[in-house]
């Protein structure tokens, strides 16, 4: 196969059939009903979305189409599938406890550090501590291609593979929206791998999990990152909110976790063709509304990947708690836990110390800043409410639900009574 020339966006493939051409491009209501043998796969409770199913089958028989809320699930087309399993054999969630061999073997190297690149411009432009970019710098440097998340021109997300560094910003920063679907991307690096050539894939951890189980062996040229994550949130919520908050402006760019007033209390900012916007991003409505859990794809909440022993190489996240855990470390710029996992990610990464400051930490310290390492989010008991209203009036929809209210006089005298309690107490 003939080799990247620097950049290749996966995009949606248009499709001969109208009701999948749809399904790719606004959300559908359809009917548990007219997907039986979906269920005998997958219970749509657990179904991540990662696509697995969908790249493996050979007869087109699959489909990803969007659900009430927004989120992706694959469906079978009963007339072309010809019950051969490989949707099963090749799905992350139904594998799990068959791959806990591969996954146990995989943590022989377990480390965690806190770390940050010393690169200050790229750390400026990435959500934490900037460890994805030095790690794909060395993967581009020996020849090998990278595998992330880009916006396309209407600010979803979606795969990208880069082999330049020209492109590399592009990936960087959080994108709290899932990513397409495709069912080219896993191909890709499978070509790419067989090849020889160095491939890293950086996703969450469902992705990489059915990435891996799509490959269905070991490649020792394939490096993983994937990232403690709370939940994903509805790519079609974020459209709503675009079209609520700004109606007939073109967005330029977004940034989720912008750090002009730094990363401990970061920003959220969009840049239109009409003015910057810029808030604070614990206030901004589509955030509060995946914070609230309610913009959330309902298997994040029983997921099954929130471990500390993941099948990836590395595992990213903020540095919460970094102020008392290595002071030196914390200039309000960004600063990222890091869980290396292999022994060939931790051969890559002490190639790396003339990119990257770091210390050593405990795992236990990097779980205690980041609780959804190892544990699920609850689901609030106004998910229903939201999407409802989401339907009917999107903007009462954030406005109504997801304002962050300052708190009452008795809240205050609530939490000084609290910590009153815990100083005389200590409990």
Not at 12 to 24: A, C, G, V
Not at 88 to 108: E, H, I, T
Not at 262 to 272: D, E, L, R
Not at 373 to 388: A, D, V
């Amino acid at each position: 196969m003939g080799r990247l020339t620097g950049v290749e966006r996966v995009l949606l493939q248009k499709s001969p059939n109208k009701e999948t051409q749809m399904s790719r491009t606004s959300p559908l209501t359809f009917s548990m009903s007219n997907v039986v043998k979906m269920r005998l796969i997958l219970d749509k409770e657990k179904c991540s979305g990662c696509a697995a199913c969908y790249t493996a089958c050979q007869h087109n028989a699959i489909t990803m189409q969007f659900d009430e809320e927004g989120f992706e699930y694959p469906v079978i087309n009963q007339s072309s599938c010809i019950d051969c399993g490989l949707c099963q054999s090749v799905c992350p969630v139904l594998q799990y406890d068959k791959r806990q061999p591969q996954r146990s073997d995989n943590n022989d190297a377990q480390k965690g550090y806190a770390a940050r690149n010393k690169n200050f411009e790229q750390r400026l432009i990435s959500s934490s501590g900037s460890i994805f970019p030095p790690i794909a710098e060395f993967i581009l440097e020996n020849g090998g291609v990278v595998v992330g998340t880009a916006y396309d021109k209407h600010f979803n997300a979606v795969h990208l593979i880069i082999d330049a560094k020209e492109h590399l910003k592009e990936l960087q920063g959080s994108k709290y929206l899932q990513c397409k679907a495709d069912n080219t991307t896993f191909k890709r690096i499978r070509d790419e791998l067989k090849t020889g050539r160095l491939v890293l894939y950086s996703g969450m951890a469902c992705q990489v999990e059915g990435l891996k189980s799509y490959l269905r062996r070991d490649y020792d040229n394939l490096f993983t990152i994937d990232l403690i994550c709370m939940g994903i949130p509805s790519s079609v919520v974020w459209q709503k909110y675009l079209n609520v908050f700004f109606k007939g402006e073109k967005i330029l760019h977004v940034n989720f976790k912008e750090k002009s007033v730094g990363w401990n209390s970061f920003c959220f900012y969009v840049k239109t063709d009409k003015r910057e916007f810029r808030e604070r991003g614990m206030k901004n409505l589509y955030l509060q509304s995946m914070f609230r859990s309610w913009n959330m794809r309902i298997s994040c909440f029983n997921c099954p990947f929130k471990n500390a022993e993941r099948i990836s190489d590395f595992t990213l996240a903020d540095c919460w708690g970094a102020n008392k855990l290595v002071p030196e470390l914390d200039d309000n710029k960004g600063l990222s836990s890091v869980i290396v996992h292999s022994q060939k990610g931790l051969k890559l990464w002490n190639s790396l110390p003339d990119r990257i400051e770091y210390r050593e930490i405990p795992i236990k310290d990097i779980a205690a800043g980041n609780s959804n390492l190892i544990s699920n989010k609850p689901q609030s008991g106004n998910r229903t409410l939201f999407y409802s209203m989401l339907a009917k009036d999107a903007k009462s929809a954030f406005v109504d639900l997801c304002t962050v209210k300052p708190p009452t006089f008795l809240d205050r005298l609530k939490k000084k009574i609290r910590s009153l309690v815990i100083k005389n107490t200590g409990k």
